[in-house]
């Protein structure tokens, strides 16, 4: 026989008529008044914008997560992975997943996805293996739907074929390959990346679809372009 007296029952007699005879929304707005009350509204304002865009960005990254990237080549054209992710010479920690792929000097670049670009690099001329060349590099950088961003590096002197705030669609030309910058010879460096700007990027996993299908960039892997539409081409 329950105890009608004894404080189990009186705490649960109070909790279900707060709970079930006031509604769920009048709850919520007396938690959100309190919250404001001790509060700044102008930092409780920017933290739900901060949240929300943070939540935006996570779901669009998700939604394009499993696509996949055209290798930024010709399709008549093969060019050799010299450097895959996780590579000994220089793709390690933030910048582990970068691709190296062995060109001519000259050869036709295509854009991997498309979307606008947001920054161009052309007029350097000087290149070799030594570190204190890194800064010489001409690149192109296109923003994608999802926020990350496609880095197109070592690039001919005056070999950029598209302008700052173009827009360009997956295999559109692009460039011509070189060696400026850090380089031991002509190659293209692509990559995927997020981040604010290149000194505090952050590299991203990726696949090329080929005609053998899907591919993991590795090491000693040849490439052609692929030219054919695909549903699983990132967009």
């Known amino acids: 026989m329950p105890d009608f007296y004894g404080p189990t029952f009186a705490f649960g007699t109070i909790f279900y008529f707060f709970f079930f005879s006031c509604p769920i929304p009048i709850i919520l707005t007396k938690i959100y008044s309190i919250i404001i009350k001790h509060l700044n509204p102008v930092k409780i304002r920017f933290i739900m914008i901060r949240s929300a865009i943070t939540f935006i960005l996570?779901?669009?990254?998700?939604?394009?997560?499993?696509?996949?990237?055209?290798?930024?080549?010709?399709?008549?054209?093969?060019?050799?992975?010299?450097?895959?992710?996780?590579?000994?010479?220089?793709?390690?920690?933030r910048l582990a997943y970068g691709v190296d792929i062995d060109l001519p000097e000259g050869s036709f670049i295509y854009a991997a996805r498309g979307g606008k670009v947001l920054a161009i690099k052309e007029d350097f001329k000087l290149g070799g293996p030594s570190p204190r060349f890194r800064p010489f590099a001409n690149i192109i950088i296109i923003e994608h739907k999802d926020g990350s961003h496609g880095l197109y590096a070592h690039l001919q002197y005056l070999g950029v074929l598209?302008?700052?705030?173009?827009?360009?669609?997956?295999?559109?030309?692009?460039?011509?390959?070189?060696?400026?910058g850090q380089c031991d010879g002509p190659h293209l460096h692509f990559e995927i990346y997020r981040g604010p700007n290149l000194k505090s990027r952050q590299t991203l996993e990726f696949?090329?679809?080929?005609?053998?299908?899907?591919?993991?960039?590795?090491?000693?892997?040849?490439?052609t372009g692929y030219a054919t539409e695909d549903s699983r081409l990132c967009p």
């Not at 394009?64 to 010709?74: I, V």
């Not at 598209?162 to 400026?180: A, E, Y």
């Open 58 to 93: 996570s779901f669009i990254s998700q939604l394009y997560a499993n696509c996949l990237y055209a290798p930024p080549l010709h399709p008549l054209q093969e060019g050799r992975i010299i450097q895959g992710f996780n590579g000994a010479h220089s793709h390690k920690q």
């Open 162 to 180: 598209v302008k700052k705030g173009d827009l360009v669609k997956r295999n559109q030309l692009i460039g011509l390959s070189g060696c400026t």
């Open 207 to 223: 696949q090329f679809l080929t005609n053998k299908g899907a591919l993991r960039p590795q090491k000693g892997l040849t490439l």
